[in-house]
């Protein structure tokens, strides 16, 4: 079974921190990506990698900035974390650059900027 | 840019009512779809997901949908309910040609179904 892990599930952080979200899987996939779900409006790509050291924004990347220096691991980062970035944040992977891949997701992390 | 809709963002059914979830998306070339479920407390699961052939695709848990490209519409059904079905069902795109990079998705909003034993 493919395993993606994201190594917080709930945090708390103080407008103006810096913030790192991590995210591992174990399969060897090309594709991370990282998502922000909010109720009523789904999920939203923030930022996606298709190699090591290689990312490209998504639809919404302001505020946030991604880090992909080795193949299994892909970190977001708030830089300044303000109160409207509380969300429930999700990390995919899948294999390859082919149409229609199966993403997988992991478990969320859960940000609450107070 | 292509969007995902799903209409109905609360469905709350007895069991063994029969479900319809709809799914409209809006791009005018080839797409791939893909409904996928967010069980309380757990990651996203792929339900199922069309990329050519048979419009009706079945998927896990007794899970159907139909791909009616006249309609742009991607429907997802089960004949009968159970109380674990209780989940948050996404639709969502994957468009041939819209990137070259990568498997982005594009998803609708989300329904919270609910089911009552």
């Known amino acids: 079974d493919v395993k993606v892990t994201q190594s917080s599930r709930y945090l708390v952080k103080r407008t103006g921190e810096k913030v790192f979200l991590e995210c591992v899987q174990d399969?060897?996939?090309?594709?991370m990506f990282w998502y922000r779900q909010d109720p009523g409006l789904g999920l939203r790509l923030i930022y996606f990698?298709?190699?090591?050291?290689?990312?490209e924004k998504g639809d919404i990347p302001e505020g946030y900035s991604v880090s992909r220096e080795k193949k299994e691991r892909f970190s977001l980062i708030l830089e300044s974390a303000s109160t409207n970035q509380t969300s429930m944040y999700l990390c995919?992977?899948?294999?390859?650059?082919?149409?229609?891949?199966?993403?997988?997701f992991g478990e969320g992390s859960w940000l609450t900027v107070v | 840019a292509q969007s995902v809709s799903q209409h109905n963002h609360h469905v709350i059914l007895s069991e063994a009512a029969s479900l319809e979830l709809g799914c409209n998306y809006s791009?005018?070339?080839?797409?791939?779809l893909f409904w996928y479920v967010q069980y309380p407390g757990q990651h996203l699961q792929l339900l199922l997901k069309?990329?050519?052939?048979?419009?009706l695709v079945k998927g896990i848990k007794g899970f159907e949908a139909e791909f009616i490209k006249s309609k742009f519409s991607f429907n997802l059904r089960k004949p009968s309910v159970q109380w674990s079905d209780t989940a948050e069902y996404f639709c969502?795109?994957?468009?041939?040609?819209?990137?070259?990079?990568?498997?982005?998705?594009?998803f609708g909003g989300g329904t919270r179904l609910m089911v009552k034993p």
């Open positions: 995919a992977s899948s294999l390859g650059t082919a149409l229609g891949n199966t993403i997988y």
């Open positions: 399969m060897d996939h090309e594709n």
């Open positions: 990698s298709y190699d090591v050291k290689m990312k």
């Open positions: 791009y005018g070339g080839t797409v791939n």
């Open positions: 069309y990329f050519s052939g048979d419009p």
């Open positions: 969502a795109v994957n468009a041939r040609g819209w990137n070259n990079a990568g498997n982005m998705l594009t």
